[in-house]
């Protein structure tokens, strides 16, 4: 179960962070949100695996760890207030600049495709 | 209690000061000695018990578990500074109110001058290392801004930035000496660090604390290969030469050396670094001064020259020397203050300090002529003056010093070489700016003496040359000896203050410097000349190329580190982080813990398989977008499964809402950017992306797994016990939430608010066309919103809102709240955005979620702050039972209000990020939702 679960959290983790070093603003935020749920699994998982023993009072007889489930609970709306921040920042640019570059110069590169042979789908 | 006003007084008097500017020169100067008297009377109940070898310490904690304490400490030695910066304070108060003009900014200047006073006087009478850092860095600072007084002038900021920035590199280097110290003794405090110095010679770490705490004070006290500061600080007004560049700052890094004298002297390194650096000095700034044209120059190559004497004599390291540093640092003080004010009265009156236009002022102002040359000749060592006694002491003392074979006729050599140039600047002085014929074109002429009570503070001066130098012991003596005894730690050696000590070599040397000098005077064209054919070195031009090549070093070096590339930051920062956690993970070394592993299930592992696939799938198709988005919402799905999975119902009811809103919004942007990410990279590119990514999920995989199978103790027990009877609810996650870590939440919402506001001010009024179709030459579909999607949305309405509203009441002791409530609710009213339009709702729900923030966070806040009223902490939560038909029995807690709170934000902010986004369109009432949603 925990090789899985770390397996798991590694997979999220390597996806995000190749996503995070595109050059472009959209799979920048994908790689984000990828990386986040990564983390947010990470975090929950200090309390370790529990089965059956969610922290409502009086249904289980043993208990999961209820703090880092208030934490990630809490990280999970945040995150999603970064992700749209983030969203934004890249609509802004798109805007002002007419491209989606993270670097912020200007593109050489075609936005729309005339050949399908330069993008491997 | 005493000495700390002692310190804090000339700061009060700084902020005063300059209320009294408007009354004139006259009560400004009046007002800003006050700090310096109250001073004077304060320390005077004390001498008795000083003059005896006492010591008075007076501590207040400040910061101590760093070690930084208000301890200040009043002995013979921090006296004879204490005295030296209060009277000559004074005096220069007097001299600057005549030098200074009516239209000039007075109270600038005074304010300026008194600051500087209290940092002198917080450097002399800390007792903590550390606070005397602070005050020596004040010092600095404030010297910083008295030489650019005349701001307007470009060599006074030049010089002032020079000056800058050699003592304040300086003081860094001091901190590092002190710190180290700290770390040999065990604590900043004086009384522990001297009476360590055993321990402290013979650590390892003693060259390096050595090295720097000199560096610091080398830096300071001007020494070579440091000294071209002084110089280049003439800039000042003279009042500021004469305090600072005679009297007090320049005699900081002096008074360092003799404070820390039993601490550090006394071994080979501190005999080598601070002689040679003493006599180098000694004979440069000797030299240098002949030769100089300028009336200050002369004199402030001579403080280099004199300055440099006395840390010969303190290098030396006999007890008999430091007695005579001692001695010369108070007659230098005197006769090199007076000589400033005689250089700033001739300035004043003749509008030029260039000696070879300032000549045969003895015809119109005899009466300065006489104080100066008195002053002079105690500068070159003439008998009756106190200049000569401290230089007997010192010509004995070069004799005295014991170094092997040829070595030992060094120090007598160069001191009476020193000397012969001493002699031969005096001479200059007296001779080129008061006879050798007549003025040439100077700009004031004829010029006149200054007014009365300007020549006041030079006549007190003089005259105590002439006491010092005629009646040393009645003099000066108790004084000298209460502070020799404070350097010494009480070991004061056997010394006479007398006119004559007979016929001996001491005296020959003088004798010797002295005719020496006059011939040399006689014979100054040919030094001139001589001098003449080297290329002078204009150490400000160096200075500033040296600044400039630093700045432009350090500037190549941000812009390679910041080369404004995202990409570039975004793979150093993964590196770096992969780096940092290398070495744990490999001192790691067995991946699975003691508890081991448990066994999986199938549907478990089915979801993690899926879950697995699809986070690779996003990344390896993130070129097409939409298909990258779809993948990643399932990702998202899976992981809220995950959280259901492993006893978190509330984590997986929040990421199940944050999930649907996620992926709304990432729809939307994705409307108005182009819906193909283009090939840039190259193979080699992205073949080192792939490898980067993988290392980061095999260590994220690793850490992982080696922290899942390790027995772990957690506080939760805590919280678990007290959630019923302390929060009143049995859902634990929620109660934590709302009433453990409530003001965590309230800082998270607070958080969310600002994301939502700062959405909405970055698309204010930005306007966005989205493309005309999906890039493949489709155009979007003409039916904007579907009709089976309206008819479904509305009914479903009310009842999203009431199970919202369930799912909030029950949130204390159900899986639910504030926050996954609001979350279904915005999901709710999203859904009516996206089925008819913003429009079409915006008329229907006339909302301003700015204002269903702002009502958030204020129940938030009143909630917290509600339990003042009844005289509990902030947040303190109370409850009681209510029960209703259907929902049952739940509780009703003041920390419902909060969770209201945390509703109505997280509705708030979800709303109006959303809402922004799809009012970027120019048509955004009739633009096409793409994909059909």
């Not at chain 2, 060592?381 to 000569?388: D, E």
């Not at chain 2, 007997?392 to 005295?400: D, I, P, V």
């Amino acid at each position: 179960m925990e090789l899985v679960y770390a397996l798991t959290i590694g997979a999220l983790t390597a996806s995000g962070v190749y996503l995070l070093l595109r050059a472009r603003t959209f799979p920048v935020i994908v790689g984000l949100t990828l990386l986040s749920y990564g983390v947010n699994l990470f975090l929950f998982s200090t309390g370790r695996l529990v089965t059956g023993g969610q922290p409502i009072l009086g249904s289980t007889d043993s208990y999961s760890d209820p703090l880092p489930q208030a934490l990630v609970l809490t990280a999970i709306v945040i995150g999603f207030a970064m992700t749209a921040f983030v969203v934004v920042l890249a609509l802004r640019k798109q805007a002002d600049h007419h491209d989606d570059h993270v670097d912020g110069r200007e593109s050489s590169a075609r936005l729309l495709p005339e050949d399908e042979e330069d993008y491997d789908r | 209690m005493t000495l700390s006003l002692v310190v804090l007084l000339p700061f009060l008097g700084a902020i005063a000061a300059p209320l009294f500017a408007q009354a004139g020169r006259t009560a400004i100067a009046i007002a800003s000695s006050v700090p310096a008297l109250v001073a004077l009377m304060a320390l005077f109940p004390y001498w008795k018990r000083l003059s005896e070898g006492g010591v008075l310490v007076q501590t207040y904690d400040w910061m101590p578990s760093i070690g930084l304490s208000l301890s200040f400490r009043l002995d013979g030695l921090s006296l004879l500074f204490a005295l030296l910066i209060l009277v000559i304070g004074l005096l220069i108060i007097l001299y600057a109110r005549y030098y200074l003009k009516p239209q000039e900014n007075v109270g600038k200047f005074y304010a300026l001058l008194l600051c500087f006073k209290g940092a002198m006087l917080g450097i002399v009478l800390s007792s903590n290392l550390l606070l005397m850092l602070v005050f020596w860095e004040l010092t600095s600072l404030v010297s910083f801004l008295l030489i650019s007084f005349w701001n307007h002038k470009k060599d006074a900021r030049r010089g002032a930035r020079m000056a800058l920035a050699v003592t304040g590199g300086g003081g860094l280097a001091l901190l590092a000496g002190i710190l180290l110290i700290g770390r040999i003794v065990g604590s900043y405090e004086l009384d522990d660090v001297l009476a360590a110095a055993d321990l402290i010679k013979a650590h390892a770490l003693y060259p390096f604390a050595l090295t720097l705490v000199l560096l610091g004070a080398f830096t300071k006290s001007a020494q070579f290969p440091f000294h071209f500061w002084l110089p280049h600080a003439m800039q000042a007004p003279t009042p500021v030469s004469a305090y600072l560049h005679s009297a007090t700052m320049v005699k900081a890094g002096i008074f360092l050396m003799a404070r820390l004298y039993p601490a550090l002297a006394g071994t080979e390194q501190w005999f080598y670094m601070v002689s040679f650096t003493g006599m180098a000095t000694l004979l440069i700034g000797a030299y240098v001064a002949l030769f100089k044209h300028d009336l200050k120059g002369l004199l402030a190559h001579s403080t280099v020259s004199h300055l440099g004497l006395i840390t010969l004599l303190f290098g030396m390291g006999t007890r008999l020397a430091a007695v005579a540093a001692l001695f010369h640092v108070i007659n230098h003080a005197i006769f090199k203050a007076s000589l400033f004010m005689a250089a700033g009265i001739i300035d004043h009156e003749t509008g030029t300090r260039d000696m070879r236009r300032i000549n045969g002022l003895w015809r119109f102002m005899p009466h300065t002529a006489t104080l100066a040359m008195v002053a002079a000749s105690s500068m070159a060592g003439v008998p009756l003056l106190n200049g000569f006694l401290s230089k007997e002491m010192f010509f004995a003392e070069s004799l005295a010093l014991n170094l092997p074979g040829f070595w030992a006729y060094v120090p007598p050599l160069i001191a009476t070489l020193a000397g012969i140039f001493a002699v031969a600047y005096s001479a200059r002085f007296i001779h080129d700016v008061f006879f050798n014929g007549k003025p040439v074109d100077l700009p004031i002429y004829p010029p006149h003496e200054p007014p009365r009570y300007m020549k006041i503070p030079v006549e007190i001066l003089v005259f105590a040359c002439i006491m010092v130098g005629m009646f040393p012991a009645i003099s000066i003596g108790p004084l000298l000896y209460a502070a020799a005894s404070a350097t010494l730690a009480g070991d004061v050696p056997d010394y006479q203050l007398a006119l004559m000590h007979g016929f001996n070599l001491p005296l020959l040397m003088s004798f010797l410097a002295f005719f020496g000098g006059l011939l040399m005077y006689s014979q100054r064209q040919r030094f001139f000349d001589f001098h003449a054919r080297f290329k002078e070195i204009d150490e400000k031009a160096v200075f500033e190329k040296v600044a400039m090549r630093m700045e432009d070093l350090a500037s190549t070096f941000t812009n390679k580190l910041e080369s404004g590339s995202l990409q570039r930051y975004a793979m150093l920062l993964v590196l770096s982080a992969i780096a940092v956690a290398w070495r744990p993970i490999e001192e790691l070394g067995v991946f699975i813990g003691a508890n081991g592993l448990s066994p999986i299930d199938v549907p478990t592992l089915i979801g993690a398989v899926v879950l697995i696939l699809c986070a690779i799938g996003t990344a390896a198709m993130h070129r097409s977008r939409f298909d990258a988005l779809i993948l990643l919402s399932v990702v998202g799905l899976m992981v809220a499964l995950a959280f259901a999975r492993f006893s978190a119902p509330d984590l997986a009811m929040t990421q199940l809402s944050v999930e649907v809103v996620t992926i709304v919004l990432l729809m939307m942007a994705l409307y108005y950017m182009p819906s193909w990410t283009p090939i840039e990279a190259s193979w080699p590119r992205r073949l080192r992306d792939i490898a980067i990514a993988l290392v980061a999920g095999i260590g994220m995989t690793l850490i992982t797994l080696a922290m899942l199978t390790q027995p772990f103790e957690s506080i939760s027990g805590y919280f678990l016990e007290h959630s019923k009877s302390g929060g009143g609810g049995t859902n634990v996650v929620n109660v934590i939430l709302v009433d453990f870590r409530g003001f965590d939440t309230l800082g998270e919402i607070t958080v969310l608010a600002i994301a939502a506001l700062g959405i909405y001010t970055l698309l204010k009024n930005t306007q966005l066309a989205p493309p005309p179709g999906d890039g493949h030459g489709h155009p979007w579909t003409r039916d904007a919103y579907p009709v089976m999607l309206r008819q479904i949305a509305r009914p479903m309405l009310p009842l999203a809102l009431m199970i919202s509203l369930y799912i909030f009441l029950r949130g204390h002791n159900m899986p639910g709240g504030g926050f996954i409530a609001g979350l279904i609710t915005s999901v709710a009213l999203v859904l009516q955005y996206i089925a008819s339009g913003i429009q079409w709702t915006q008329a229907r729900i006339p909302i301003r979620y700015h204002n269903v923030i702002g009502l958030g966070l204020l129940f938030a806040a009143v909630a917290g702050a509600g339990s003042y009223a009844f005289g509990y902490p902030f947040l303190t939560s109370t409850f009681g039972y209510i029960t209703w038909p259907v929902v049952g029995k739940f509780e009703v807690a003041s920390a419902l209000v909060f969770d209201l709170g945390v509703y109505l934000t997280v509705i708030g902010a979800t709303l109006l990020a959303l809402v922004s986004l799809g009012n970027l369109s120019p048509h955004s009432a009739t633009t096409h939702i793409k994909g059909g949603l």
